[in-house]
């Protein structure tokens, strides 16, 4: 009477099935969560939230575009002097948001924070400053097309740092999404090999590439910083620090390395324009990166931030006469879609054990596992309501 029962009751059967094969029911369930895939939906991934992540995303490209473009304009200008632009920005940055701090009462008041944090802040401004530096630097001994590429490093240097030290747990699904990121910046300087436009010096390859490399893993160390500063302390905190301690080494950097190019700087109300276009766009960067960072992650910006040249390049079809190619069209989208796919599915936390609570199992059981456990516990449920309806 019962088998009658069992055959007749689908919700029975789907109970009996959970209960006879519970391991294979598990690892299942746990590769779908590893891959991103345990409650794929394509309601959920495609929102709003996405969608400004998107736009937000592209408005920080073309601030970096900005500052290329005026760079390149102030290169044309014989004016190299990349430490005295940067200590322009850093100096918005204390001008503004370190006397924001200082205006703080308690422990958010400038003196508390450098009191007990002052050496991490210290580290992160000399982070920032040199791997602006390291990067602007690199242009005299390599060409452009192995910057674009070795820039890229930031990003795995980034997850990695993030893994370790954020706890950060990416999925299956989110190394797929950085690899189409990386095959759409394969395809924009396949072009520019393919339209000859190699620009910047060969004459040291290695150190070049090595100040590239150096500059991206300085980025990384920085951004990290700014993830785990917006996302558990302040936005204001973060830039605030960032203006104090990037202006004062930004500014040693710059009387003992600039001195003399500052001093040979013949000044005009063009060259001081594109100086105020660069600070100005450097600091409307620095300002509004945190929010974005704080609402998805830095992997997340840098991914973003990839078409950023593509920006200059379309820019510099008409400024500066570059040759358009539809590859350049094809990276953009291929960019974009590796960012909308990393951003559709989200990275989650690792979260230590407490061995007081749990058995030895339990206490060996991943991140992806204890995501599992509602779903689990739904199926387990639907079968003893089902058992329990025989």
Known sequence: MMNDAVTRTPTAGLALKVMEHPEEDRLCGKWRVVCGLYSFNSRDIFTWRLVKTIIMGQVLSL????????????????????????????????????????????????????????????????????????????????????????????????????????????????????????????????????????????????????LVLLSAALYAVSNMCQEHTVKNLSRVEFLGMMGLFGTVISGIQLAVLETHAVAAITWSLYISMLFAGYALCMFALYSFMPVVVKMTSATAVNLSLLTAD?????????????????????????????????????????????????????????????????????????????????
Request: proline share 3%.
């Open 310 to 390: 593509l920006f200059s390049l379309f820019c510099g079809l008409f400024l500066f006469h570059y040759k358009f190619s539809a590859l350049y069209i094809i990276s953009f989208v291929v960019i974009t879609v590796g960012f909308v796919i990393f951003n559709g599915i989200p990275t989650y936390l690792a979260l230590p054990d407490d061995p007081a609570e749990e058995s030895v199992d339990h206490r060996t059981e991943s991140s992806s596992d204890r995501l599992l456990g509602p779903h689990r516990d739904a199926q387990s449920t639907e079968a003893v309501t089902a058992v329990s309806a025989l």
């Open 63 to 210: 601030l970096i575009c900005g500052t290329a473009v005026s760079c390149q304009y102030l290169t044309d200008a014989k004016v190299e002097t990349p430490m005295l632009q940067s200590f322009l920005n850093y100096a918005l940055l204390l001008l503004i948001y370190t006397t924001i701090l200082s205006t703080r009462k308690g422990d958010g008041n400038i003196l508390q924070i450098l009191k007990t944090k002052w050496w991490k802040y210290l580290v992160m401004g000399l982070a920032d400053v040199e791997a602006n530096y390291a990067v602007v630097k690199a242009y005299q001994f390599t060409n452009l097309t192995s910057i674009q590429l070795l820039d890229c490093f930031v990003i795995p240097v980034l997850m990695l740092l993030s893994w370790l030290f954020l706890k950060t747990r990416y999925r299956l699904v989110h190394f797929v999404a950085v690899t189409v990121c990386l095959l759409g910046v394969g395809a924009m300087v396949g072009a520019d090999i393919l339209a000859g436009r190699v620009q910047g010096s060969t004459s040291d390859v290695v150190l070049g590439d090595g």
